[in-house]
């Protein structure tokens, strides 16, 4: 499979603050970027999602940054919360209703 | 509307026997995905159907493992003869006509 990389493998940040996770893909054919957000003994649940035709899309605390040139994404959570201490993972997928394929995932540890 | 449900939530088979996974999408998806996750890894694809139909299988193992999407009742990933290293938490996620995919809560699978 492709590989996609993501980075950092774990964060640790204040209750506040802002967290980043990014990732860079290799197959320019990707054309959907998902993020999922994934709390222990749970299924993975989709957070946001962009197509490379935009620069950044923003849902509430929540944005991804797209750089196409560079071949990366990234996701921002701003003022960090105790309650989104969970695994990230990035995706990417090609062309309608295929398959997923993920990053390793970012442990995020948001801290009182 | 309900999401995706999965049963059973968690399993316990011995080496050599069989394991049969259950899925049943989120209402009005025809799209089935299901993905392997290892203890402190990513999620991994492994096949993707639709109503009687397998339409990517590049993901799954050549020998012991088959899934299925009947005409009526829920998606079945199967896999026979059980080895320790099937041990993982097995994912489905559903999908309508397009990129979004969501998740059921998954299956753990403990092999003994």
């Known amino acids: 499979q492709q590989q996609v990389k993501q980075s950092p493998q774990s964060l640790i940040v204040q209750k506040g603050g802002i967290s980043i996770i990014n990732c860079a893909y290799e197959?320019?054919?990707?054309?959907?970027f998902p993020w999922y957000q994934q709390f222990p003994g749970k299924g993975p649940a989709l957070l946001i999602a962009?197509?490379?035709?935009?620069s950044e899309k923003k849902e509430g605390r929540f944005t991804i940054s797209f750089n196409k040139s560079a071949k990366q994404f990234s996701l921002h959570i701003m003022d960090s919360q105790p309650g989104d201490s969970a695994t990230y993972f990035c995706?990417?997928?090609?062309?309608?209703?295929?398959?997923?394929?993920f990053g390793t995932g970012t442990r995020l540890q948001v801290t009182l | 509307n309900a999401g995706v449900m999965q049963n059973p939530r968690h399993l316990v088979r011995r080496r050599g026997q069989e394991a049969r996974l259950r899925c049943s999408p989120m209402?009005?998806?025809?799209?089935v995905y299901w993905y392997r996750q290892l203890p402190e890894e990513g999620l991994k694809f492994m096949v993707y159907?639709?109503?009687?139909?397998?339409?990517?299988e590049s993901g799954m193992p050549k020998e012991r493992f088959s899934a299925e999407f009947p005409k009526e009742g829920p998606s079945i990933l199967r896999i026979q003869q059980v080895v320790r290293g099937d041990s993982a938490a097995y994912f489905c996620?559903?999908?309508?006509?397009?990129?979004?995919?969501?998740f059921g809560p998954g299956t753990r699978l403990t092999v003994t």
């Open positions: 962009i197509r490379p035709d935009v």
């Open positions: 159907l639709q109503k009687e139909n397998i339409i990517d």
């Open positions: 996620a559903s999908s309508p006509l397009g990129h979004e995919q969501y």
């Open positions: 209402k009005g998806h025809s799209h």
């Open positions: 197959n320019t054919a990707f054309d959907y």
């Open positions: 995706a990417e997928s090609t062309g309608t209703a295929s398959k997923l394929t």
